[in-house]
């Protein structure tokens, strides 16, 4: 009874409105429109206070910058929000294995079990839900940003998926070596797609903004709200994600960097992890007399001696990844047992760091911040064996039951060497950056405490200078050089000394880094991330040009696809339509006749789809060049030029179409989807 009471009513309030349409109301608006919709009057009232509010922050700057703070913003909550997880799971785990303490077995089991489960969860999951987002994310990122369309690494799902199976992977500890980083910036790059796409809603459609740009911004946003560094990681965004960084971009990279960092460290202080804004790993080098000037020539070879242990990590790298692609039963594994390949690979990485062990030589107890934080300390190691019968932190995990850091140094290095490149092999989100700055920081340990034994037994030097010797300092420039020669890069050397603050050391650093640079990259030698993108024949040129420099300089006439889809200027409404439901591109070719094949121009999609929707009004019939514009193109192709050529034209230009003549006759386009095709098949020729 109530309901039909209610439908009557409705109905008869609904009817004398239709019934009066010319007398508007003040209230008036779309919402109330439509009578199905609930809540019509707040509903409209709300978004109206919406678009006065629009109207207002954009009198104040572009809705593109209200985008980069929040990107800056929720990639820094996002990255404490994974901190906080990682570390209540990290120290289950600890209180855990010291609740077995006593029963050796137990405590095995305990030891090896936590991570291998959650690596086998963390791959599974991946697997399962968005096979996407296994890896890095680093290489896929960088052939997004060169121009090539992979929508499916920007998808929610992905991101959500990555997110979780990251946590699970760094809870396993310092056991399997793996850090965040690159997943990391792969998560910021999908949060900033998504904030692009609100961003294009709620502007005008003319104060529309490239997607690309949101994306490099959201590069430099990921390594600042890992670390709280916004200067490295811009310059990370130039060197490793941008083929061609335009200068239009370092103003939103450094804002909105500089707002994730500061995110990100005040989230730390609020916590109660810091007092106060501060460098993330703390140290407490000399500042009176950092190093002396003829230590120079030590940080030089120390550049030298990362670039070579550079150059071997590399080479097994690609050696193991090409070994993982040709074996039958690894293959198999990491197509359909992914799970079971994570769990067995981190129960033998675990077995082999258990404490009771060979994991009491390599400091296993600690996590891979603890580790860093020890290797930066700058006591010296060896006196303090030497003179001390109790082991003073962070030497005691370093050096237990009175061993040499002689044998406990060394053996770090060369275990862990191999042992980071089986994990590479690990089929689920990780990042590589941090474990080789770790390394190349127990590289550098090594060589200052033995420049400062030498000093010590030498006789030769007073006291002071002995003291001056500084292990701390040539670990930081270890971590940067070794990093930086790995990934080809220099931000590393700005990173060390942001995430330390020592200033003092920035030369020395610097000159480390650059010899380290100059021994890996000669003879053209790929990256680390170049070697993922080969392994994964991503489409991305400036890979492809370190593994075959021939390729890049093949013609572009030799390449080419299929003849594209052209109109001729005499056509009318019938060949418009067939050539409109036939292509999908942006961009129709226009040429003089089908025998003659000169090139006219061409005519936009839009404009064509607008023509059959008029020509439908109208009885009479026109030819193409008196009913539409053609537009003469800016940019012609030779068939002679290379596909490198083609390619800058493209990322530079913004071009989304390039036409191929041969003395004005029209051989076939390049566009982002044919650039795609064709690095595709040159990768399938290394």
């Not at 349409?21 to 978004?47: M, Q, T």
């Not at 792969?186 to 797609?193: D, E, I, W």
């Not at 769990?343 to 760091?353: D, E, I, K, N, R």
């Not at 406990?408 to 994990?423: E, G, I, N, Q, R």
Request: some cysteine; overall charge positive.
């Amino acid at each position: 009874m109530f309901v039909t009471l209610y439908l009557k009513y409705y109905g008869e309030k609904n009817s004398g409105e239709t019934e009066s349409p010319s007398e508007p109301s003040h209230n008036d608006s779309p919402l109330l429109w439509d009578p199905w919709k609930p809540c019509r009057r707040p509903r409209a009232f709300v978004k109206e206070r919406l678009l006065r509010l629009r109207v207002c922050l954009g009198t104040l700057c572009g809705m593109e910058w209200y985008a980069y703070a929040a990107l800056g913003i929720l990639t820094a909550v996002l990255s404490f929000l994974m901190d906080f997880s990682v570390s209540k799971l990290l120290r289950a785990h600890q209180w855990l294995y010291m609740k077995l303490e006593g029963d050796i077995l137990l405590m095995f089991l305990c030891w090896t079990l936590y991570p291998a489960c959650l690596c086998a969860l963390a791959s599974s999951f991946s697997h399962s839900i968005c096979p996407f987002s296994t890896g890095s994310g680093i290489p896929e990122v960088r052939a997004m940003l060169a121009g090539i369309e992979m929508p499916h690494y920007l998808s929610l799902t992905n991101m959500f998926t990555k997110f979780v199976g990251l946590i699970c992977t760094l809870a396993a500890g310092s056991t399997v070596f793996l850090g965040k980083v690159g997943p990391f910036v792969h998560l910021s790059t999908m949060m900033g797609a998504y904030l692009s796409q609100l961003c294009t809603l709620i502007q005008h459609p003319k104060e529309e903004k490239a997607a690309g740009e949101m994306l490099v911004v959201a590069a430099a946003v990921g390594v600042a709200s890992c670390f709280g560094t916004p200067i490295s990681g811009v310059l990370f965004s130039v060197e490793v994600m941008s083929s061609h960084f335009a200068l239009k971009h370092y103003c939103p990279c450094f804002f909105s960097a500089a707002c994730g960092a500061v995110t990100f460290r005040l989230f730390s202080t609020w916590s109660g992890d810091e007092e106060t804004l501060q460098a993330l790993f703390k140290t407490n080098f000399p500042s009176a007399l950092p190093f002396y000037p003829l230590e120079i020539l030590l940080f030089a070879f120390l550049g030298l001696l990362c670039g070579a242990a550079s150059c071997c990590y590399l080479l097994c790298h690609r050696r193991v990844l090409r070994f993982t692609k040709t074996w039958p039963v690894l293959a198999d594994m990491l197509t359909t047992q992914r799970g079971l390949y994570s769990g067995m690979g981190v129960f033998f990485l675990a077995s082999l760091t258990f404490p009771h062990s060979a994991g009491q030589f390599m400091a296993s107890k600690y996590t891979m911040k603890q580790l860093l934080t020890s290797l930066l300390d700058s006591g010296l190691w060896c006196a303090q064996s030497h003179n001390a019968s109790v082991p003073i932190d962070p030497l005691s995990e370093w050096s237990p039951s009175g061993t040499s850091v002689w044998l406990s140094l060394p053996f770090f290095l060369l275990m862990k060497m191999w042992m980071l490149v089986l994990a590479c092999t690990l089929p689920l989100p990780a990042g590589y950056f941090m474990p080789v700055f770790v390394w190349g920081a127990a590289l550098g340990r090594l060589l200052g405490e033995g420049a400062a034994y030498l000093l010590m037994f030498a006789g030769g030097t007073s006291d002071q200078q002995q003291a001056s010797i500084n292990p701390g300092g040539y670990a930081l420039a270890g971590a940067a050089a070794f990093s930086g020669a790995v990934t080809h890069t220099l931000s590393p050397a700005l990173l060390a000394v942001e995430l330390t603050g020592q200033f003092t050391h920035a030369v020395p650093v610097l000159i480390s880094t650059l010899l380290a640079n100059a021994l890996a990259r000669a003879g053209n030698r790929p990256s680390f991330y170049d070697a993922l993108s080969l392994s994964k024949r991503l489409p991305y040129l400036p890979s492809l040009r370190k593994a075959g420099p021939r390729l890049p300089s093949t013609p572009i006439g030799q390449v080419l696809g299929e003849k594209p889809v052209q109109l001729q200027k005499a056509d009318g409404p019938a060949e418009v339509r067939r050539a409109v439901s036939s292509s999908t591109g942006a961009q129709i070719p226009v040429v003089d006749s089908h025998e003659s094949q000169v090139l006219l121009g061409f005519v936009l999609r839009s404009d064509l789809l607008r023509l059959l929707r008029h020509r439908r009004a109208e009885s009479g019939e026109k030819r193409l060049d008196q009913a539409c514009c053609i537009r003469p193109a800016s940019v012609l192709l030779s068939p002679h030029n290379t596909v490198q050529q083609a390619h800058t034209i493209l990322s530079l230009t913004g071009a989304q179409t390039l036409f191929v003549v041969d003395r004005g006759r029209l051989l076939g386009l390049v566009t982002w989807p044919e650039m795609k095709r064709i690095l595709e098949d040159l990768a399938r020729e290394i």
